[in-house]
Nanobody
Framework: QVQLVESGGGLVQPGGSLRLSCVAS???????IGWFRQAPGKEREGVAV????????RYGDSVQGRFTISRDNAKNVVYLQMDNLKPEDTAVYHC????????????????WGQGTQVTVSS
């Protein structure tokens, strides 16, 4: 069983930065970990995913070049560095795991965290 806990969300002005953390209890060394977000009234959207080794990653089109995903397997933590934030980045951000291939298909992921709110507003 794997449990995920996200942190690092908050209120930030447009153009600002935040770093989200996803701490896992239970081993996730063999799994891909992804970040997803969901804004009110919108479908869940894949933001970034990273391979088990951390060597491969993919990004959603809307965050490419602004967000960076990384993982520290020694600490069982995955980070999402978010720079040049825009109001449209406002959402609840979730991390998820439980699969062994890179995918933005959220239904494929088994374990989910409760999420952390990110609000980008002046």
């Amino acid at each position: 069983q794997v449990q995920l806990v996200e942190s690092g969300g908050g209120l930030v002005q447009p153009g600002g930065s935040l770093r989200l953390s996803c701490v896992a209890s239970g081993s996730t060394l063999e799994y891909v970990i992804g970040w997803f977000r969901q804004a009110p009234g919108k479908e869940r959207e894949g933001v970034a995913v990273i391979s088990s080794s951390g060597e491969r990653s993919r990004y959603g089109d809307s965050v490419q070049g602004r967000f960076t995903i990384s993982r520290d397997n020694a600490k069982n933590v995955v980070y999402l560095q978010m720079d040049n934030l825009k109001p449209e980045d406002t959402a609840v951000y979730h991390c998820a795991t439980g699969i062994r291939f890179l995918s933005f298909r959220h239904s494929a992921y088994i374990y989910w965290g409760q999420g952390t709110q990110v609000t980008v507003s002046s």
